[in-house]
Structure formats: structure tokens, C-alpha cells
């Protein structure tokens, strides 16, 4: 018996998501498969034996060490410390946050060996949310040459084909993402059409998914002279959601490393503004992530409250807005964010992580791999710091923006269920699990045809 996994059971939405991946996969491999649920089981004794070895070096108890662990080739201490993170009482409180390191840590170590007790018989696998916990069932069957299926940004719903992997590689969730310079070769018509997406976002954020429910405000006049005689702009991330996603880079966490960007440009002539993202404070919605974000940035906030050099923005403020008034030798700081790519097509340079959404050979940005490189970067003055390679940076903008499966486009799996069943995309994503209850089987085989017809392979 041959099997398509899955990390959801296959109920309401996911009925068409996961069948959808299934009768793509039957296709590709010319068989048909037999659905498996990845329920977690009770470790191995091995694992426990690995476990008690963690807390007799001590490994478990420095963060700095835990987050490099690997058992069975698998990043476990890395997607362990990124589910911790997801509750913000991990980061108020270090017994907290060591309970849920043991708790998630257990749990990676039997969805470890769930996997591999099942892998000779997986052929395809549909996997979501792989930077928490299910990065590790991603790593496993990429490692072991099987057809992996994702819906998460900067793609959407896509298919990476493993069979053919260089089995001395070892993969990690983000590989199977991110975007590669050698994708494609834009075309004059491709980089006009790049650009003018990035100019609507610059001008229009609400066109992004998950901004639409932001309500911005104006500037404050006080702010606004602040603003004029800026060294630089660090761009905040949520504390919350994503954790790691894209690697690691000598940091652990979006507080860590934003308290220290901080603390190195508290000093001599910089003058720093520090803004909040959009999601901090105001949504269509109010979720624990987002009030955990607001909670956090309050208190780094409080933290370098006697500065008289960082001048912090809480209110939702569109990114245009400040990029139209300060002076164009200000240098824009974010770890990971579009943030960059807006700035870039404003002609500002900027400084990022090697751990982002794009590959490190596409020069979008000035870069760091590790926490002295940063320092060095941070330190460095604003003609000493390269502007992004503009082809590069179209081809970000198009892999993003233009990308026809992706979040903006028109073969984006919620873009395909909206037309099919004529209800407009606003309302779908608030009401999708309300909505999928009422729909027919028959409706229903016609969406996972839909979109099955849909994916977006990825080649590179």
C-alpha cells in the first residue's frame, strides 16, 4: 500500500486542500494513494536515551546550544524553541519557557520517529505550518525523496519534488521555500509589470493579504520633525508568529535581536525611529498574537525609554508615509521583512538577515550571517553600505508580487475556491470554516478538481 501523509486530517477546508495535493500526487507517481494522518506517537527509547543525554550536558538549558541540536538529521532544537515562542509567557518568564522547551521538545522527539516508523511506505506528504513543530516531517521527507506539498508565503499552494535530491544535503524547511535567483530570467515586459506591483504595495498596503484589516493613521506632528534628521529605521516583527522561519543567523528571537539592533545604534549622532508593525496595534481582528506583539514592543519601548536617541512609533503608520519625508541617506533596518523591498524602490539602502525569504546570492540588501557580522554592518556609515542590485530585486518583486499561485495572484488557491463558489475573497477568509460547512459533495469534488489543476511546482 502506497500513502499520501498529511499533518491535517482531511475535514471542512482541508478536505480540498489535502485531496487536492492527493490527486496531484496520484498524477505525478501514476498510482493511487491511501490518505495517512500523522498522529503523534510515544517516542522512541532512543529518543529518551538523546533526551537524557540534552540534560546531562546541558544542553537543554542554554538556548544559545539547544537551538543547533539535531536528532536523526532533523533541526529539533530550532523548531522546539520556535513553538515555545509562539505563547508570550516564554519570554516573560525563563521557567515558562524552559517547560515549554521540555513539552515541544518530547513532542518533536515522537513526531521525529512517527515519521521515520512510517517513511518507506510515504510517497507524498502535505505539510503546513512547517516552521513550528512540522518543519521536522518536512525535513524528513525531503531527506528521504518524496513529493512534499506546502500553502505557506512567499508561495502558495506548491509541490517540491524530493525524488531526486543529493541525499549528502541535508534540507531544511526553508530550502523548499524560499526564492532563488535561477527560478527564471525576467523579461523587459516581467520587470515593468514587477515594478508596478512594488509601487502598489509602497502605496497601497491594504493590497497585502494580511494587512487588509489595518486601519492607519496619520502621522503625529511631533513625530514628523523627528523624522527629518533620521540615521536609520529598524523595522519591529512580530514576536509571535514565525519564529526562525527563514534560518538562523546568530539570533534567537525577533526580541533578541531587535533589542540588541537597538541597544549598538543607542549611541553617538543616530538618531533611530522604530516602528511597530502595522498588525502591533489595529486589525479588522485582535488575536492573542497580536496583543502578545503589542505587550512585547511595550516593553522593549519602556526598556530605552531614557534614550534620547530612538524615537519609537506605535500606531499603525503606512511605510510611504515616513519614506516620503526622511532624508534619503537614512538607513532602513528589518530582520526579514518587504520592508526592505519597499525601501529599495524608494532608492534607500538597507541592512537584512541572510535569513529571509530570498536567497543570499539575489544582492537585494546589505546582509548578515552571524551576530559579529551584524555588529560590523550596523557600525558601518551610510557610503560604506551598497544600494540593492535592481534586476535582483525586480525578480523578488515578481517572485513575490507577480507570482500567478501565489498570494497575489489569480491562480492562488483562494482565489480559485472564491470564483468557483462566487463568493468574494474578503468574506472567505473570515468566514471559510462557516462557509465549507454548507457546501455539497458534489460542490465540493468540483473545488478539489479546481484546484488540483492549480499547484505551483517548484523546479529550483
Known amino acids: 500500500m502506497h500513502y499520501f501523509a ?3 486530517s482531511p475535514t471542512n477546508i482541508y478536505s480540498i486542500i489535502v485531496n487536492s495535493c492527493k490527486n496531484d500526487a496520484e498524477k505525478k507517481l501514476n498510482r493511487s494513494l491511501k490518505i495517512l494522518y500523522l498522529n503523534k506517537k510515544i517516542p522512541s527509547l532512543n529518543f529518551f536515551l538523546y533526551f537524557i543525554k540534552t540534560f546531562l550536558l546541558c544542553e537543554i538549558f542554554f538556548n544559545k546550544r539547544f537551538i543547533n541540536l539535531k536528532y536523526r538529521d532533523c533541526s529539533i532544537g530550532r523548531h522546539t524553541l520556535s513553538t515555545s515562542w509562539r505563547d508570550k509567557r516564554s519570554y516573560l518568564n525563563p521557567f ?5 522547551k521540555v513539552k515541544y521538545f518530547i513532542i518533536s522527539g515522537s513526531i521525529i520517529d512517527t515519521v521515520y516508523s512510517n517513511i518507506n511506505k510515504i510517497d507524498a506528504a502535505y505539510v503546513d505550518h512547517g516552521v513550528y513543530l512540522n518543519g521536522l516531517i518536512i525535513q524528513i521527507c525531503a531527506n528521504n525523496n518524496k513529493l512534499i506539498y506546502q500553502n505557506c508565503y512567499p508561495r502558495g499552494l506548491s509541490i517540491k519534488d524530493c525524488r531526486k535530491n543529493n541525499k549528502k544535503i541535508i534540507l531544511e524547511y526553508e530550502d523548499l521555500l524560499i526564492l532563488r535567483k535561477n527560478e527564471k530570467k525576467l ?12 509601487k ?3 502605496n497601497i498596503p491594504e493590497t497585502i493579504p494580511w494587512i487588509k484589516g489595518v486601519k492607519f493613521k ?7 520633525k523627528n523624522l527629518k534628521n533620521l540615521t536609520h529605521i529598524v523595522y519591529a516583527h512580530s514576536f509571535a508568529d514565525g519564529q526562525l522561519v527563514w534560518g538562523l543567523d546568530g539570533f534567537l528571537n525577533m526580541r533578541e535581536w531587535i533589542e540588541f539592533t537597538l541597544k549598538k545604534l543607542d549611541t553617538g549622532k543616530n538618531k533611530v525611529y522604530v516602528k511597530a508593525h502595522p498588525n502591533f496595534t489595529l486589525r479588522g481582528y485582535f488575536d492573542e498574537a497580536c496583543a502578545m506583539d ?25 511605510n510611504s508615509s515616513v519614506l516620503k519625508i526622511i532624508n534619503k541617506k537614512t538607513i532602513l533596518i528589518s530582520h526579514h521583512g518587504s520592508a ?21 546570492k539575489l544582492k537585494v540588501s546589505n546582509p548578515w550571517r552571524t551576530k559579529k557580522e551584524y555588529e560590523v554592518v550596523l557600525q558601518k556609515k551610510w557610503n560604506n553600505l551598497k544600494f540593492g542590485n535592481k534586476d535582483d530585486f525586480l525578480k523578488v518583486c515578481d517572485f513575490l508580487y507577480c507570482n500567478e499561485y501565489g498570494h497575489y495572484g489569480k491562480k492562488f488557491w483562494h482565489e480559485i475556491i472564491s470564483k468557483n463558489i462566487k463568493i468574494s475573497r474578503k468574506k472567505l477568509d473570515k468566514d471559510i470554516k462557516k462557509i465549507f460547512k454548507k457546501l455539497n459533495k458534489k460542490k465540493e469534488l468540483k473545488l478539489i478538481n479546481a484546484v488540483s489543476q492549480n499547484i505551483q511546482e517548484l523546479r529550483v
Not at 346 to 360: R, V
Open 96 to 100: 515558562t519557557l524552559f517547560y515549554y
Open 340 to 360: 526592505i523591498l519597499e525601501g529599495t524602490y524608494k532608492n534607500f539602502k538597507t541592512i537584512s538577515s541572510k535569513a529571509t525569504f530570498w536567497e543570499d
Open 6 to 8: 498529511t499533518t491535517r
Open 200 to 202: 502598489e504595495v509602497v
Open 187 to 198: 523579461s523587459i515586459k516581467e520587470k515593468k509589470n514587477a515594478k508596478n506591483k512594488i
Open 294 to 318: 503589542k505587550h512585547i514592543f511595550s516593553l522593549i519601548k519602556n526598556k530605552f525609554r531614557f534614550s534620547k536617541r530612538l524615537v519609537f512609533e506605535e500606531e499603525p503608520i503606512k
Open 218 to 224: 496619520k502621522l503625529k506632528d511631533k513625530n514628523l
